[in-house]
């Protein structure tokens, strides 16, 4: 793996605005591992990111896509009315509700063409031959698993590792099939339960993710058999996010709960609980499409500083994360991790 001889920590690719050059940039240089996030930007956007972050570090980082969900003929009118509603507060119209495949295919090309130390999916599964293709280029290929059959999938295609997520993960899950019948939209898998089950059946290294945000957690996942650890939420307060003020505001409170809802993107995810998600607990499955719904509605309610109609995404332990530099950070949990380490081995 390109993290052998680095500190074994990875900072999660979060889409829309969350990972920024400066972020990843700043974690990579401290001796992890920055990301990028590619979905949800356009083509010339994700290139300039790119160049924004080599000219910032010349050490490795990853850039992650969201690999095209299937596409469901869903009526969203009734749900189209309902995000009218909230979105008439702020002064703007709901989005459109056509599916698109967020420029993967083009993306793809791009990051081969770039040669990207680490390519990651999350939402299923890349072709074989694209996998091969990255492999030429002389990138790595991570694949994002949420249960040990999905881990056999990846490991067919040729990944080189799997990011395994446990249910207390923030953000959008990375089941390939989302079941509407299901509230995660597959099986709810704590991460130790996770890789426990992953090591059982793939022979691939595997970054743990979900819920971690202390030194202390880094070392847990890491004595459970992961070859690394990738957080998320601790990174969001970092000074180089781009994180909403709102957002910052509220996981500082600390005091909303968190729950997984389709509400915001059609698609389960988990973030702080809010009137919006509270109100509409039934929205349809339905990713790409209320993803481009809610959009107008979520970024008028960020701009107007209104917690209770944006996506709050954050995983179970929000009210951990400390606000300080993203190299300090990496520091802090390099330590905390040597820490825990050193006193359970006392204890054996």
């Given at each position: 793996m390109i993290l052998s001889g680095r500190f074994p920590l990875v900072a999660a690719p979060m889409a829309g605005g969350l990972s920024t050059p400066e972020l990843a940039a700043a974690v990579s240089e401290a001796g992890a591992l920055g990301y990028l996030a590619g979905a949800l930007t356009g083509e010339e956007a994700l290139a300039e990111q790119i160049a924004r972050t080599r000219s910032l570090t010349a050490e490795p980082f990853g850039v992650n896509l969201f690999v095209p969900s299937e596409r469901r003929d869903v009526d969203l009118e009734d749900y189209r009315g309902r995000v009218a509603e909230t979105a008439g507060r702020y002064g703007v119209e709901p989005g459109s509700s056509d599916w698109d495949d967020d420029s993967y295919p083009a993306k793809v090309e791009l990051l081969i063409a770039q040669r990207i130390p680490v390519v990651s999916f999350t939402f299923g599964l890349p072709e074989a031959a694209t996998v091969e293709r990255l492999h030429a280029a002389g990138s790595e290929v991570v694949i994002t698993v949420t249960t040990?059959?999905?881990?056999?999938?990846?490991?067919?295609?040729?990944?080189?590792?799997?990011c395994v997520q446990g249910m207390e993960a923030g953000g959008?899950?990375?089941?390939?099939?989302?079941?509407?019948?299901?509230?995660?939209?597959?099986?709810?898998?704590?991460?130790?339960?996770?890789?426990?089950?992953?090591?059982?059946?793939?022979?691939?290294?595997?970054?743990?993710?979900?819920?971690?945000?202390?030194?202390?957690?880094?070392?847990?996942?890491?004595?459970?058999?992961?070859?690394a650890a990738q957080l998320g939420t601790a990174f969001l307060v970092c000074d180089e996010a781009g994180t909403q003020q709102v957002q910052r505001a509220e996981m500082a409170d600390g005091q909303?709960?968190?729950?997984?809802?389709?509400?915001?993107?059609?698609?389960?995810?988990?973030?702080?609980?809010?009137?919006?998600?509270?109100?509409?607990?039934?929205?349809?499955?339905?990713?790409?499409?209320?993803?481009?719904?809610?959009?107008?509605?979520?970024?008028?309610?960020?701009?107007?500083?209104d917690?209770?109609?944006?996506?709050?995404?954050?995983?179970?332990?929000?009210?951990?994360?400390?606000?300080?530099?993203?190299?300090d950070l990496v520091d802090l949990l390099r330590r905390e991790a040597a820490d825990a380490l050193r006193a359970v081995a006392g204890r054996l």
């Open positions: 040990a059959d999905e881990a056999r999938q990846a490991a067919r295609v040729g990944a080189d590792a799997v959008h899950r990375g089941v390939f099939h989302d079941d509407p019948g299901q509230i995660g939209g597959g099986p709810l898998l704590g991460l130790l339960p996770a890789i426990r089950s992953v090591r059982e059946a793939v022979d691939l290294p595997i970054i743990a993710a979900g819920g971690l945000v202390h030194g202390a957690d880094v070392a847990a996942v890491l004595t459970a058999g992961a070859s909303r709960q968190t729950d997984i809802t389709r509400a915001y993107s059609g698609r389960p995810a988990r973030g702080l609980v809010n009137r919006f998600m509270l109100d509409n607990q039934d929205a349809p499955a339905a990713y790409p499409q209320v993803n481009n719904l809610t959009k107008p509605m979520r970024a008028a309610a960020g701009k107007a500083g917690a209770e109609a944006v996506s709050l995404w954050a995983g179970q332990s929000y009210a951990s994360a400390r606000p300080m530099p993203a190299a």
